[in-house]
Nanobody, 115 residues
Framework: QVQLVESGGGLVQAGGSLRLSCVPS????????MGWYRQAPGIERELVAA???????AYTDSVKGRFTISRDNAKNMVDLQMNSLKPEDTAVYYC?????????WGQGTQVTVSS
């Protein structure tokens, strides 16, 4: 079973930056899209950003202009560059890869933004 390994989370002051990375432990085929979700305590998991194989991107309104999603098709990697971080960005961030046959989720990485 392929697993998604996330890295790059941590503690940062408001206005700072972090870069999250997601790397599969094995090869994944028939990828439709890749994305990052987040979940704060007491709040439902929400989509932060997504990217298709063709490079089309989508962002939730609260991160537009601050976050950038990118992918490496050869390595099935997906990154999330987060700039101008705000305390309300604090959450556990999850990587997700959606294929024709199944959906893979990472274990989550904590992002904490202090004011």
């Amino acid at each position: 079973q392929v697993q998604l390994v996330e890295s790059g989370g941590g503690l940062v002051q408001a206005g700072g930056s972090l870069r999250l990375s997601c790397v599969p432990s094995g090869r994944i085929f028939s990828i439709i899209d890749m994305g990052w979700y987040r979940q704060a305590p007491g709040i439902e998991r929400e989509l932060v950003a997504a990217i298709t194989g063709g490079g089309n991107t989508a962002y939730t309104d609260s991160v537009k202009g601050r976050f950038t999603i990118s992918r490496d098709n050869a390595k099935n990697m997906v990154d999330l560059q987060m700039n101008s971080l705000k305390p309300e960005d604090t959450a556990v961030y999850y990587c997700r890869i959606h294929t024709l046959h199944m959906t893979f989720w990472g274990q989550g990485t904590q992002v904490t933004v202090s004011s």
